[in-house]
């Protein structure tokens, strides 16, 4: 058993409140543990300039942990000078909900994801983006029901899980006080069938073998399939199905 009681192959407590904010077109808090974070998705008529005159729409995040998230308060950024931690997990976001959404379908507009972390106990970038997913589909089906767009783009679920290597134990979902004694640590991104979007494994405490590594993956898995459920049975009210773009 871990400190707060888990199996090693236990998930935190999960939950969702959606939606969160009254004037997003989607948004949600998500609750892992001691690991908070509301996501809210917003519809903007305007893409990147590289992606003028293509038809195709955009997704993308930004990521932001408000100053007292932590047991110490963290200054807030300067503009123009964000961290090169929060750049890489905004990064992730984004490209981990792009690679389920049908960007030609979208149109010439944009769907900014913010998310921010309002209390950090280890996993805010998977949190992130578990709940993002859910805030993306109803911005999508906002999409659909004001008229601007024809079909539901999403194409697939798409949740996250961190995984680890502890005092020699696989853990899944990490809490903070593993994440930071972890021996190989792993956030893994996956579909709903099973298809990988992001790996980042790390090493910390030395090289590690091939064999490790898919008892790795198939933990995140089994940890990714309960998230993915949970996510189902929160969007059961969406009118359409996820990955035909048809009504139900």
Request: charge should be negative; glycine fraction near 10%.
């Amino acid at each position: 058993m871990r400190k707060d009681g888990r199996k090693a192959e236990e998930l935190r407590p999960l939950s969702f409140i959606r939606p969160f904010n009254k004037y997003a077109e989607g948004s949600v808090l998500i609750s892992l543990g001691e690991t908070k974070v509301i996501c809210t998705a917003s519809i903007e008529e305007s893409i990147p300039p590289f992606l003028k005159g293509s038809g195709k729409g955009w997704v993308t995040a930004e990521y932001n942990m408000l100053p007292r998230a932590t047991q110490t308060r963290t200054p807030r950024y300067e503009a123009g000078k964000i961290k090169g931690r929060t750049q890489e997990i905004q990064r992730m976001i984004g490209r981990s909900l792009r690679g389920v959404v049908e960007l030609s379908v979208l149109g010439e507009r944009t769907i900014w994801i913010d998310c921010d972390v309002i209390q950090a106990d280890g996993g805010t970038r998977t949190a992130a983006i578990t709940g993002a997913f859910i805030a993306l589909c109803d911005a999508c089906h906002w999409l659909v029901k004001e008229g601007k767009i024809e079909t539901f783009p999403v194409r697939d679920y798409l949740a996250a899980v961190s995984v680890g290597i502890v005092n020699g134990e696989l853990l899944l979902d990490l809490n903070y006080e593993e994440d930071v004694t972890a021996a190989v640590d792993a956030n893994i991104v996956m579909t709903g069938k099973g298809e990988f979007v992001e790996v980042q494994a790390t090493g910390e405490g030395g090289p590690f073998g091939p064999q490790l590594f898919e008892r790795m993956l198939s933990l995140a898995w089994e940890g990714i399939s309960e998230l993915l459920a949970k996510q189902k049975e929160i969007l059961e009210d969406l009118p359409y199905e996820i990955g035909s773009g048809h009504e139900k």
